[in-house]
């Protein structure tokens, strides 16, 4: 069963700056021949303090849950979420954003600040504790946020294995055969504070995952990929 949505009213962050603007922005093919699905990791890029006070404000948010139809079946996703910004359609639903919190502005303008864009829009994915909540291997959609820009992730909590994939599969990303597909790139642990940017374009050529882990005691993990939805 679907989880109700939050029916606060859309609070739309600015528009970005017009020279931070140009420097970040590319053309939908331009990037193909890319050598990495990650431009840019910070491991250090909060202070511990800063994260850990984050972390805990932002797990105490109403999160929602995805459900995807497979086989006649509404299958729950394995992570749970939260949106701000514009509207977005994920899954074929389209989502009611939660209000921006003092939180989630002050990591906005701290990404603003660290990448030169000032993103519109954030999804916040929660991975609960023991390490089975994952993502597989994808491209997130146009309608999730402009190919055009970068995408930067913010990490919290427990520190996860991350890994990108080359795809040349034509910007048709819904075909899983092997052959689309490049070497997996090493896997990147993304640290408690950390900011990892997937530039401008990476989603038309790269894919990527978070997967499930083993370990025992695992965490909670909180992830935030500010992304641009009105160009």
Same mark, same amino acid.
């Given at each position: 069963?679907?989880?109700?949505?939050?029916? +606060?009213?859309?609070?739309?962050?600015?528009?970005?700056?017009?020279?931070?603007? +140009?420097?970040?922005?590319?053309?939908?093919?331009?990037?193909?021949?890319?050598?990495?699905?990650?431009? #840019? $990791?910070?491991?250090?890029?909060?202070?511990? =303090?800063? =994260?850990?006070?984050?972390? =805990?404000?932002?797990?105490? #948010?109403?999160?929602?849950?995805?459900?995807?139809?497979?086989?006649?079946?509404?299958?729950?996703?394995?992570?749970?979420?939260?949106?701000?910004?514009?509207?977005?359609?994920?899954?074929? /639903?389209?989502?009611?954003?939660?209000?921006?919190?003092?939180?989630?502005?002050?990591?906005?303008?701290?990404?603003?600040?660290?990448?030169?864009?000032?993103?519109?829009?954030?999804?916040? +994915?929660?991975?609960?504790?023991?390490?089975?909540?994952?993502?597989?291997?994808?491209?997130?959609?146009?309608?999730?946020?402009?190919?055009?820009?970068?995408?930067?992730?913010?990490? #919290?909590?427990?520190?996860?294995?991350?890994?990108?994939?080359? $795809?040349?599969?034509?910007?048709?990303?819904?075909?899983?055969?092997?052959?689309?597909?490049? /070497?997996?790139?090493?896997?990147?642990?993304?640290?408690?504070?950390?900011?990892?940017?997937?530039?401008?374009?990476?989603?038309?050529?790269?894919?990527?995952?978070?997967?499930?882990?083993?370990?025992?005691?695992?965490?909670?993990?909180? +992830?935030?990929?500010?992304?641009?939805?009105?160009?």
């Amino acid at each position: 069963m679907k989880q109700t949505q939050n029916t +606060n009213q859309t609070s739309v962050a600015p528009k970005p700056e017009s020279s931070n603007f +140009n420097l970040a922005r590319t053309k939908r093919g331009c990037m193909t021949t890319m050598k990495s699905g990650i431009s #840019l $990791y910070d491991p250090n890029f909060l202070p511990q =303090a800063d =994260a850990d006070r984050l972390f =805990a404000a932002l797990e105490k #948010l109403p999160w929602k849950r995805h459900t995807m139809k497979m086989y006649g079946k509404e299958i729950p996703m394995p992570r749970l979420y939260q949106w701000f910004g514009v509207t977005p359609c994920i899954y074929g /639903e389209t989502i009611t954003p939660h209000e921006w919190t003092p939180e989630t502005l002050e990591i906005q303008e701290r990404v603003h600040k660290a990448t030169g864009v000032l993103f519109d829009s954030l999804n916040v +994915n929660y991975y609960r504790p023991g390490g089975t909540d994952h993502i597989g291997w994808h491209s997130d959609g146009e309608e999730e946020g402009s190919w055009e820009f970068p995408i930067a992730s913010v990490s #919290l909590g427990a520190v996860r294995k991350f890994q990108t994939r080359p $795809y040349n599969g034509n910007g048709k990303l819904k075909r899983r055969f092997h052959k689309f597909f490049g /070497e997996p790139d090493v896997p990147v642990a993304l640290e408690h504070g950390s900011l990892a940017v997937m530039p401008a374009g990476s989603q038309e050529s790269y894919v990527h995952r978070l997967k499930a882990t083993k370990q025992q005691g695992t965490g909670a993990r909180i +992830n935030l990929t500010f992304r641009m939805m009105r160009p």
